[in-house]
């Protein structure tokens, strides 16, 4: 079962370490966490992905700060409850981290793929020069009747294809993990920036079965 699960969401970044590590939590004695890895993306711009570590895979006293690192894992979420309200938090969960000496041209620095179920109507829209968007959000489930729920993005011929999926449809999706800076308006006086990510869909594809009802559990960290 936790085999099945794993492959289930898949994750690979390969960036440069670009934050010292600030403790997230702890679970059996095991202390988790997160440092800031930063990917190229292909346009010479760049994505930061937070990753969340285990004291047991790396020294979290140590600074790393400048290295090329690869990460292995499951991309996760969590809701954090702030301003009367839950927010959803996501991060690369690692399971295998390794140094490189350099990442290469022709390296996918930044690949993800998810296998789960539609658990909100696709939002379909054209931005004003006509270019199609939909938005999608996966929940892949874990062990132990837990899932995640991972907002993904799909442009042109993929919008279309995701804007006919339902709820409780399964779908599998393959792209990388985006950050994209946002304003959250806190007030009428005071704005403050943030950082959202998501899954930039490259393929999508609609898998055979649907979600039974309340098979899709509350996503936990």
Known sequence: MTDKVIENNQVTVMGEVVSGFSYSH???????????????????????????VSERLLDVTADYVGQLICVSGQFRSYNRHEERRNRLVLSVFAREVSFLEEVEESSKTNQIFLDGYICKEPIYRKTPLGRE?????????????????????????????????????????????????YMKKLDEENVEKRVAFEVSVSKLEMMEGEVEEGEIAEGEE
Do not use: H
Request: hydrophobic residues 35%; positive net charge.
């Open 133 to 181: 968007i939909a938005d999608l959000l996966l929940a892949v489930n874990r062990p132990y009747g837990k899932s995640d729920y991972i907002p993904c993005i799909c442009w042109g011929r993929n919008a279309r294809y995701a804007s006919t999926f339902k709820v409780g449809d399964r779908c599998a999706v393959w792209g990388r993990i985006q950050s994209r800076e």
């Open 26 to 52: 702890q679970i059996f004695g095991e202390g988790f966490y997160m440092v800031d890895v930063r990917c190229k993306r292909l346009s010479e711009s760049y994505d930061t992905i937070p990753v969340m």
